[in-house]
Every structure is written in structure tokens, then in C-alpha cells.
DNA sequence: AAGTTCGGCAAACGACTGTTTACTGAATGG
DNA sequence: CCATTCAGTAAACAGTCGTTTGCCGAACTT
């Protein structure tokens, strides 16, 4: 890591710093595919040729903003996975950070919800590796937990794809409420919370596959 | 509905047909928002200038897509709930019906999954609208179940949502498996039955949110 | 048989695109 | 203080784009 910062190098910082946020703000309603480099320059205040002087690619500043993205994620999900106490305090908690998440960080979550499937195979490749980094972490948090005495290593990675493929879509919801309806906010966060509460039900009288 | 087709209607529905074929097969690699007027018409054989004597918009044309996709995903919902038979039968089939599809249909479920969260509000909100339709049909195919006896409404609708939430995940992971290793597809539809059954199993215990 | 409808075409419009080029000028380092 | 580095610029390149226009000719109507 080079910590040492010139006038220099923190000038080019600003303007990479402009470009991702430029990105960011038009992908907002757009998708990366559709994404210019014209335009990315022009809402950053560049000219067009600055932008090679960053990204070789619009691909790239994707997957740029993809790292961005999830180094928040990942903090967020650790701090879920960090938290002891019973099951429903448990779950009180994780659908809370969730919605703070989505919240504090709408524009990068939206970003990863529009792209995971989007059109651009190096960032979708980058969104799905992570997101398997993540339920793997899930799976060795819930191996410590009593309740998983006796789980195999298979159906421990199972119940992680579930909360993890749970927490993406209560994201989404939550996301689309947002720009729609806030009020809808609390009814997303309370079928979130049953449905994480029948999971946990399931999980206690669960007997392998 | 006009069924009368005179020569005329039908080299027009032609036409509409290979625009939409000539959409599906660029989507496949690419967004609904990055796509060309010139792009479809020159995939379909026509000149430019034809496309507006079937669609106002290239959205107009996405609509129609969802509309198409949303009615063969419709049928396959209703072969599934349609199903009797123990809990243990249903899920089996249920997968079975949802691997087929996405192998049948993959245009139009790869379709589905990249524009849910797209970039064309009119496309993303069609599809919305009818996955909640989905999960309304759903919740009332389970109410009729011995299993949902003393179900709230909305327990019925929390449980009809997270069974088609995870239908979609599911359906998506066949989908990227399929593209990159046909292999994977059995590991996936095993992890489906085993989400599914501890679903159903905390569903047996539910007591009520 | 004559008249009308209308799906499709070629051509043209201006606007916008990605990328390269040669250049400028301030920060850098000897 | 002078030489070098290098982020940023303006200009030009050859395309592609969406959309409109006027027209053709086959299918319909009467």
C-alpha cells in the first residue's frame, strides 16, 4: 500500500474519485452497458481523453465500483455475523443493519442489485465470486452456533446460500421501496423478519439431508 | 381478440415476430438500455424504419418481451401448484418444473432475470407487478393446504413471497450454471429441495408472527 | 376494376459516440 | 534552477445512432 501522497498523486486521486461518483450517479438510472465514457466525463467535469489517464475500459471502472461496493458490505455483514444473543435478537438486529444499509449506501446497492445480472461479464463474474466469499463466511459463523451440532459441511453451506440469497432480495425490496414508497419500509422489515423467524424454526428441526 | 388473419396481419405479425426474436437473441449478451433500434432491425432483417410501424420505443418492445416471458413462467406456476401429493413430492417436482423451464425458456428467463432490476423503469416495474401476482396465486394455492390450517393472511403472504423469491434465485443459479458448467445444475437443484424442505419443515412448526 | 390502406424501404438529418493525437503547464526531483 | 514527468486538454477521426421523410407496391375494400 503507498500511503505517500504528493500534490500530485491526491489530484489524480480527486479526479478518479470524480469519475467513480460521476459513474455512480448516472448508474442510478442507466446500466453500466449503457454507460458512455463521454459521459461519465462530462458529469465529472473532465475531458473525455482524462478518463484513459484512469480505466482502460468502462468495464473496469465497474469493477472499480464493484470493490467499492462490497468492502461496505462486507463490513456490514461481519458486524451481523459479530453479534451473540438468541435467535430473534439475532434477526431483530441483521434485517435492521440491513435496511441502515441500504439506506446509508443506496447508490453502490443498487449498482450491485442491477448489475448482478447485468450485462457485463467481468463485473457479474466479480459481484458472484464476492457474494460466494460471503456465504462461505456465513457458513463458518453458523458452524459456532449450538443449534448447528451435527450439521454436515453440506448443509451448513446450504442454510448459508439461504440467508445470504434471503439477504440479497430483502435488499432489492427494500431498494425499490425506497424510490417508491418509504412507508412501505416497515412492512418489507417485518416480512423479513417472519420469514427469517420460519427459517430459524426449520434450522431447529432440521434432522440433515 | 381478432383471430381473422388476412394476408396482410400475418407478414405483419412476421415481422413483430422476428423483432422479437431479433431482441431475445441480442439480449442475451447485453442490456435492454444498450440496445439499437438498428441493432434489432438489422438482426431481423428489416430496415430501420420498420421498427416504428410495430413498437413506439424500444421499451414498448422490452414490455412485450415481458408479457411473452411472464405467460410460459404463468403456466409452469400452475403445473407446479396444480400438483398434490405429500410435501416431499411437491418439492422434487417443483425443482424438476423450474430446471425444465429455465432450460426451455433460457432467452426468456435470462430475459426476466437481467431486466427485474434493470434500467428501464417500464420493464422492471411490468415485471414486479407480475411476480406479485405470482406470490398472490401462490399464497392462495397454499391456503388450501392442510399444513396452512390457522394461517393469518399475511403469514400466508410472507410464506408465498419467500417461496418465490427463492424460486427466482433458483432460477437464476440454473440459469448462470447452464451458461458456464452444465455440471453444476445437479449440485444446485439438490441445494434447492434441501432449501425447500427446511422451509417446509419450519413451516410445520409455525405458531404464528 | 378502381381506389384505399399500409407495411416496408432508401435516404437524409443532426447529434452523439470511443479513441487517438499533439500539446500545455504545474508538480516533481536532481 | 533546470529537466522531467504526467494529469488534463482541445481537436479531429471515422463511425453509429434515433428518427423523419417521401415513396413504392402488394394486399385489402367497394
Known sequence: MNHTVGARQAQKQQSRRALLDAGLHLLADQNLASLG??????????????????????????????????????????AVLAEAGGAEELIDRAVDVIQRHVRDHQPHVRFLSRERHGGVRQVREAIDAELGRF???????????????????????????????????????????????PA????IAATARSQLRLISLGRRYWQGS
Open 184 to 187: 412501505r419500509e416497515q412492512r
Open 37 to 78: 465514457v463521454r459521459e461519465v466525463t462530462r458529469e465529472a467535469g473532465l475531458s473525455p481523453a482524462a478518463f484513459y489517464r484512469h480505466f482502460p475500459d468502462l468495464a473496469a471502472l465497474g469493477v472499480a465500483l464493484v470493490e467499492e461496493s462490497l468492502a461496505s458490505l462486507h463490513v456490514m455483514i461481519r
Open 135 to 181: 456465504a462461505a463466511e456465513v457458513g463458518s459463523a453458523l458452524a459456532l452456533q449450538p443449534v448447528s451440532a451435527g450439521w454436515s459441511e453440506q448443509d451448513l453451506r446450504m442454510l448459508a446460500e439461504l440467508y445470504v440469497d434471503h439477504m440479497v432480495s430483502t435488499a432489492s425490496a427494500f431498494l425499490e421501496a425506497q424510490e417508491a414508497d
